[in-house]
């Protein structure tokens, strides 16, 4: 299975499994596009060897993994690929659109646990004295960058955020993740003090627009140079701009989730608990959550491998 071609459209079964998972769900934007392209690709895949969503077999899934891993997919792409394809079989067989479900006997595939690669918190103050100024867009760059890492949030949560999410007396914020869900988390001083400074005169009035072309952006938070509401896009834009200002995107691939990987090992690094951990990031699972405490092992042993002078004998 190749990227999914524009081309291609889905049969009706699979935009009816959309739908469904959009009002019956109640997926996410971002995640019903990735299952769209998943499922456009898989569309495509079909139809280049006169296939259907109803005729074809688990032999037929076992040779699209197959080339798959031939062409050096990496096993994450293809369990993801497959999670999608298997839902929209198992939708199918529920709505009776077929008896089987040709992936029912296909193997799981095994995924290696990555490990996050947070910054140490040296470089997280080296990040945030990049930004310098106090115009409109450093004070709101400040902001954004204090907030994804006081809060460990999501991209995606930081952008929807409106006024009325932050209670700034009491220095919490509400924030909704996947499937919608909501979860109130603190926020320290350093966030603190610098949405007060975004929210003061010459900070986010000055991005204001005289008329603002959707009530949503009247609300935002966050607000670009046009006075629209920021996007995923553009805050993913200032953080690798401040990460290369820093000198640390070559080496680390800073992005926003790179912040939310550092809020929560540097959280376990000073003994939060890891249901806290959880909790405050939004998982839904503790498994999720454990991956952190892997790093902050893997940082342990490299402090003491660096400071003990009995962990590595000279040869």
């Known amino acids: 299975m190749v990227a999914a071609d524009p081309a291609v459209e889905l049969p009706l079964e699979a935009e009816d499994f959309l739908s469904w998972l959009l009002s019956e769900r109640g997926r996410a934007a971002n995640t019903l596009a990735a299952y769209r392209r998943d499922l456009t690709a898989y569309a495509g895949w079909l139809a280049a060897r006169d296939l259907t969503l109803e005729t074809v077999s688990t032999a037929d899934l076992v040779e699209l993994i197959t080339a798959r891993r031939r062409q050096g997919s990496a096993p994450s792409t293809i369990a993801r690929q497959l999670a999608s394809i298997r839902s929209v079989?198992?939708?199918?067989?529920?709505?009776?659109?077929?008896?089987?479900?040709?992936?029912?006997?296909?193997?799981?595939?095994?995924?290696?646990?990555?490990?996050?690669?947070?910054?140490?918190?040296?470089q997280v103050t080296t990040l945030l004295a990049a930004v310098t100024g106090d115009d409109p867009v450093a004070r709101r760059d400040r902001a954004l960058l204090e907030l994804l890492y006081g809060t460990g949030a999501r991209?995606?949560?930081?952008?929807?955020?409106?006024?009325?999410?932050?209670?700034?007396?009491?220095?919490?914020?509400?924030?909704?993740?996947?499937?919608?869900?909501?979860?109130i988390v603190p926020?320290?001083?350093?966030?603190?003090?610098?949405?007060?400074?975004?929210?003061?005169?010459?900070?986010r009035l000055d991005l204001a627009p005289a008329q603002w072309r959707r009530r949503d952006d009247a609300t935002a938070v966050f607000l670009n140079s046009r006075g629209g509401r920021?996007?995923?896009?553009?805050?993913?834009?200032?953080?690798?701009?401040?990460?290369?200002?820093?000198?640390?995107?070559?080496?680390?691939?800073?992005?926003?989730?790179?912040?939310?990987?550092?809020?929560?090992?540097?959280?376990?690094?000073?003994?939060?608990?890891?249901?806290?951990?959880?909790?405050?990031?939004?998982?839904?699972s503790i498994s999720t959550t454990q991956v952190y405490t892997k790093v902050s092992q893997e940082r342990l042993w490299q402090v003491y491998r660096d400071a003990h002078p009995r962990a590595v004998v000279a040869p």
């Open 155 to 183: 991209i995606s949560e930081v952008c929807d955020l409106s006024m009325g999410d932050i209670d700034f007396d009491a220095q919490l914020v509400r924030l909704f993740g996947k499937g919608a869900k909501e979860r």
């Open 89 to 122: 079989h198992r939708f199918l067989v529920n709505e009776e659109h077929r008896r089987d479900d040709p992936t029912a006997a296909l193997e799981g595939l095994r995924v290696p646990a990555g490990i996050p690669k947070a910054l140490a918190e040296g």
């Open 230 to 284: 920021l996007t995923r896009q553009a805050a993913w834009a200032i953080v690798k701009k401040y990460g290369a200002r820093a000198g640390l995107d070559a080496h680390h691939q800073l992005s926003p989730h790179v912040l939310r990987h550092s809020c929560a090992t540097h959280l376990l690094d000073h003994g939060a608990d890891l249901r806290v951990v959880q909790e405050l990031l939004g998982h839904a």
């Open 187 to 203: 926020f320290g001083r350093a966030a603190a003090e610098a949405l007060d400074h975004w929210f003061a005169p010459g900070g």
